[in-house]
């Protein structure tokens, strides 16, 4: 067991339980590979004497907490005291909290060993991962193309082997964009399913915390574990909701998956589907039918999504607490954003409030009929780092809905989605594909995720694994 990053989440989990696998070695397995990967940028921060600390303490007490001594990493958008939390920002270069966040502290009750910060866009507001305060994170299967974002750090640990399983978040694709670059499960659940990152904590109900994983199992892993953190009573007693790891192993019951290539920006932006992306997507719908499932094309036309998604995406960034020498000091798309939401009329807010509102009914409706909808994971194929980089901001914005057009509009329906690698590109780089479910339907997109895992055979690692 000497490659300790070649075992699956469960696998590691399951051999510290039985003490084949101490928790210091554990530790001291994955930062040696993090300090070899430096140059990933998947990390804004290691804490390697707190690891082993923490490590070691976890060692002398016996096995408690569904992460009992898994190497795991904060999100920089989560403040964990005593280590610096930067929120990928320059204002924010020299902030070390003195308390944590209920996620960070909870992860820490469910016994997982924190080895620092994976890195994030700043402040988590673009859909790729090149903050000014480190190196952009790097696809490690094309070190010249960025990760995605927000939760880039996150997907690239995960990817690389440098991490067993990483916890992201999702506001408008921030999971599943940078899963979907770097070819590992990312799962963003339904609005209210966790009891931290539920989605409830803004007035848009955006941003779900959820799992990076490198297989559908240890998603499903991860997320049994999020969901009894704290747990909602609605959130684990409803019928067929778990053990979500118990959904990942069976084979899913016999049902309809709906098929679509539409998303609510195709009359609004150049949307322009890769061609592996259109192949990922027939493959994945070929298997599934071959599976037993329905699978059927379906006619969406979802109405007035850009113009609410673009007011809600300037809210946003109103809330972050900045003063006028950290406008100064932001990024350019950051100090635009802030100051474009802080102008905002209570009444335009309020109308693109309403109007998401109704497009969440809308959307829901529309794909009722399916106990999953297919779709593509991204339009493209992943972007060169700097490709933003000198862009005037409404320009990154398009280039952001050129790249994940999928992503957003599951957030504003507040349904749960999961997107896995399927299938391969020319160039040997996995290409996922997307499964949105109805409320509360993780289940059922974990067992679909596994399946279509079985179909495609093992993916070989990244070349820089």
Do not use: C
């Amino acid at each position: 067991m000497d490659a300790l990053h070649e075992l699956s989440a469960v696998e590691l989990a399951a051999a510290l339980r039985a003490g084949d696998v101490d928790p210091q070695r554990a530790t001291d397995h994955y930062l040696a590979r993090i300090a070899r990967h430096e140059a990933l940028g998947a990390f804004a921060e290691v804490t390697p004497e707190a690891a082993r600390e923490r490590a070691a303490q976890l060692a002398a007490s016996p096995p408690s907490g569904p992460l009992w001594a898994l190497p795991h990493a904060d999100k920089d958008l989560v403040a964990r005291a005593g280590v610096a939390t930067r929120y990928g920002s320059r204002a924010r270069a020299a902030h070390v909290p003195t308390v944590s966040d209920p996620l960070a502290a909870a992860v820490d009750a469910a016994g997982a060993v924190s080895v620092g910060k994976t890195a994030t866009s700043e402040f988590g507001l673009t859909g790729f991962t090149e903050p000014l305060t480190s190196r952009p994170a790097r696809d490690p299967w094309n070190t010249a193309h960025g990760a995605g974002g927000s939760s880039g750090g996150a997907a690239v640990a995960v990817a690389a082997g440098l991490l067993p399983l990483a916890i992201g978040s999702d506001g408008g694709g921030s999971i599943r964009i940078p899963a979907a670059t770097v070819g590992v499960v990312g799962l963003k659940p339904s609005r209210g399913r966790l009891p931290i990152g539920s989605g409830f904590d803004a007035p848009d109900g955006l941003a779900v915390t959820g799992p990076l994983a490198r297989t559908a199992e240890d998603a499903a892993f991860l997320l049994d574990a999020l969901v009894g953190l704290a747990p909602f009573r609605y959130a684990t007693g409803a019928p067929g909701s778990g053990p979500f790891l118990d959904a990942a192993r069976r084979d899913p019951a016999r049902g309809r998956v709906g098929v679509t290539l539409t998303s609510p920006w195709d009359d609004d932006e150049d949307i322009r589907l890769d061609p592996a992306a259109r192949a990922a997507v027939d493959a994945a719908a070929g298997w599934l039918a071959g599976d037993g499932q329905s699978v059927e094309e379906f006619d969406w036309r979802p109405q007035g999504y850009p113009a609410l998604f673009r007011v809600l995406w300037r809210a946003s960034a109103a809330r972050i607490p900045l003063s006028a020498h950290d406008m100064q000091t932001v990024e350019p798309l950051t100090a635009w954003l802030v100051a474009e939401g802080r102008a905002l009329p209570a009444t335009r807010l309020l109308d693109a409030l309403a109007a998401a509102r109704a497009f969440e009914r809308a959307t829901i409706e529309a794909f009722s009929p399916y106990d999953a909808v297919l779709t593509p994971a991204l339009a493209q194929s992943p972007r060169p780092v700097g490709a933003y980089a000198g862009q005037d901001p409404e320009r990154t914005f398009a280039m952001q809905v050129e790249y994940a057009p999928y992503s957003s509009y599951v957030n504003v329906a507040g349904l749960p989605a999961l997107t896995v690698p399927v299938t391969r590109a020319a160039d040997g780089h996995p290409v996922s594909v997307q499964l949105v479910g109805r409320p509360g339907g993780e289940a059922t997109l974990l067992a679909l995720a596994a399946q279509l895992e079985r179909r495609r055979g093992p993916l070989p690692h990244p070349p820089l694994w």
